[in-house]
């Protein structure tokens, strides 16, 4: 037996259903952890529109610390209509913004899986979509988000779309070791007969798979198109490669596919501390109720794990929520017709159960 590793962990709940789906999906973390022998040592700090409230910043100097010492930082979401008027660089979002800019994180990557017991939920056809797997590998920390000039005047206003070669290289860099752990398949997108940035951007990718990646097939989309034949045939892609902008437009369309956007994970990877979070919002309209759905943020919990090199932990997570799926149990967003949903708690509390049941299986073997 090993000795027990503690992590330091620090959750940022942020607003809306953030602290719900993070308490809940970080009570089945540590049951894991007990379960494998580690600790999770998780300490809370504000982000986005609560920060804004008790602090007047939405990424307060105490939360810039303990972020920067930390193992991993666990995000919950940010943003609700109480802030839709507050200065830009004092929203919310803002806050979310400097915290991938803090740490450095410039690789974002969507995981989206169409769960076999949900394909039935998914606005595309069941048969369309079953099979679907396609990461979306979004840079993070660059491009239109970041690029300066950012300003706005009265009657003007404007946003600068800027990469480095740099910046394409090491994004392309990952987008491509992650195909060899899967498909082998990298689609990059851009706007390429539009925008100079994208060309600089269709070259850059294309000389790293020369000279790197060879073993990999590579093809270049245009973002329209994209949006497109993702829709259209979904189950034939395997890695998608795409800039800020593109990225968080191409990854709320494939989070439709299983049918809810609370379901969808990701992880945020620089070279040092990583952030991990759901890829849904706040929702606002939901929150306080114990409906939404912790799915996102548990398996974004999974990627946490698996990033600590805690992969016995991460894998019998998924299969919790595989299981959990599997028998029918569903919050409100999946419910179907007639079928009473199942609450955040209730939704943790059956994929912690099938979670440690894989961990443990002589418990309930007779
Ligand atoms: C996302 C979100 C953020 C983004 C917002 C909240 C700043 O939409 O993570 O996709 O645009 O990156
Ligand atoms: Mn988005």
């Given at each position: 037996m090993r000795t027990s590793t503690t992590y330091q962990i620090i959750c940022l709940p942020g607003d809306g259903i953030g602290p719900a789906v993070t308490r809940a999906a970080l009570d089945v973390m540590q049951e894991l952890g007990r379960a494998c022998g580690f600790r999770l040592d998780v300490d809370e700090h504000r982000i986005g529109g609560a920060a804004l409230d008790a602090t007047g910043?939405?990424?307060?100097?105490?939360?810039?610390?303990?972020?920067?010492?930390?193992?991993?930082?666990?995000?919950?979401?940010?943003?609700?209509?109480?802030?839709?008027?507050?200065?830009?660089?004092?929203?919310?979002?803002?806050?979310?913004?400097?915290?991938?800019?803090h740490l450095g994180v410039y690789a974002n990557l969507r995981p989206v899986v169409v769960p076999e017991a949900l394909a039935d939920a998914?606005?595309?056809?069941?048969?369309?979509?079953?099979?679907?797997?396609?990461?979306?590998?979004?840079?993070?920390?660059?491009?239109?988000?970041?690029?300066?000039?950012?300003?706005?005047?009265?009657?003007?206003?404007?946003?600068?779309?800027?990469?480095?070669?740099?910046?394409?290289?090491?994004?392309?860099?990952?987008?491509?070791?992650?195909?060899?752990?899967?498909?082998?398949?990298?689609t990059s997108v851009d706007k390429a007969n539009v925008l100079e940035v994208s060309q600089l951007w269709r070259d850059v990718v294309t000389a790293v798979h020369a000279d790197e990646y060879p073993d990999v097939a590579l093809d270049h989309l245009y973002v329209d198109n994209a949006a497109m034949q993702l829709v259209q045939r979904p189950t034939d892609f395997d890695v998608i490669l795409t800039s800020n902008l593109f990225g968080d437009i191409l990854s709320d369309l494939a989070a439709t596919f299983p049918g809810?956007?609370?379901?969808?994970?990701?992880?945020?990877?620089?070279?040092?501390?990583?952030?991990?979070?759901?890829?849904?919002?706040?929702?606002?309209?939901?929150?306080g109720q114990n409906v939404a759905n912790p799915i996102a943020a548990l398996l974004s919990g999974a990627m946490l794990l698996d990033a600590l090199g805690e992969s016995d932990a991460a894998a019998s997570l998924r299969h919790g929520v595989d299981a959990a799926l599997d028998a029918g149990h569903r919050t409100a967003d999946l419910a179907r017709n007639g079928e009473p949903p199942v609450s955040t708690t209730e939704m943790a509390a059956h994929v912690a159960s099938y979670a440690t049941d894989k961990l443990t299986p002589s418990a309930s073997v007779p």
């Open positions: 910043s939405p990424f307060p100097a105490e939360t810039q610390t303990a972020c920067t010492n930390a193992d991993a930082v666990f995000l919950g979401a940010v943003g609700g209509p109480e802030w839709d008027d507050t200065p830009g660089d004092r929203r919310p979002e803002a806050g979310l913004l400097a915290l991938r800019k998914s606005p595309l056809r069941p048969e369309q979509v079953a099979g679907t797997g396609v990461l979306i590998v979004r840079e993070l920390t660059g491009g239109i988000y970041f690029g300066t000039p950012a300003e706005r005047a009265a009657s003007e206003a404007r946003n600068t779309m800027r990469y480095t070669r740099h910046e394409i290289e090491r994004i392309a860099d990952i987008a491509f070791a992650q195909a060899r752990q899967r498909g082998s398949r990298v809810s956007l609370g379901l969808l994970p990701s992880a945020s990877l620089g070279s040092d501390v990583g952030l991990f979070e759901p890829v849904h919002g706040s929702a606002p309209d939901i929150a």
